[in-house]
């Protein structure tokens, strides 16, 4: 059963997120504009998903790249990653930003920001599209944008930039590191 969900995962999330942007005006109403933008990137990053998930296209792309030496991204990495990197994280990070301090929805911000520029950074290096780079330019470079400009008309202090991108940072190089550990000698 957790392999079906482990392949299918991004069809209900997409759906989410269509509906999270659906109900977004009334969910939000009275908000603050710096919550509303850190409220905006979990269905955001739903529609990513989907362009780079579907199919499997984005672990099926990062394999190859990675070649036969090393581990790769299975599907069960793929659903942790978006599931507890993304979907929990941002939940967390919403109602940190709600309860503690709005600063903290920097962290939902910078999450778009970094991936934004890592499929862009990656798209121009091998002069073609990856998976996630459309949505990357289309959705997350105008949404991150707006969100970190709303967020410093206010007294945000150096303190939550600092955090939201030293943890989103973190959080790539993990991936990365883990995608790209030597494959399991053959026994």
């Not at 991204?73 to 309860?99: E, P, S």
């Not at 990856?130 to 470079?141: D, E, I, K």
């Amino acid at each position: 059963m957790l392999n079906r969900l482990y392949a299918n995962w991004v069809y209900g999330g997409v759906l989410a997120g269509g509906l999270l942007l659906a109900l977004a005006p009334l969910l939000t109403r009275g908000w603050p504009p710096v919550l509303v933008c850190a409220f905006l990137c979990l269905p955001a990053y739903m529609l990513h998903q989907y362009e780079e998930h579907e199919d499997d296209r984005f672990r099926r792309y990062v394999n190859k790249l990675l070649g036969p030496g090393r581990r790769g991204l299975t599907l069960r990495d793929v659903f942790i990653i978006n599931i507890f990197g993304v979907w929990v994280a941002f939940a967390v990070v919403l109602w940190l930003a709600v309860r503690v301090h709005p600063g903290f929805g920097l962290i939902a911000i910078y999450g778009l920001l970094v991936n934004a520029v890592v499929h862009i950074v990656a798209a121009i290096v091998k002069r073609g599209y990856n998976p996630g780079v459309a949505t990357s330019v289309l959705l997350f470079l105008p949404l991150g944008g707006y969100g970190w400009w709303v967020f410093h008309q206010g007294t945000v202090d150096v303190f939550y930039d600092a955090l939201a991108l030293g943890l989103t940072i973190a959080l790539h190089v993990v991936i990365v590191a883990w995608g790209t550990r030597p494959a399991a000698a053959s026994q």
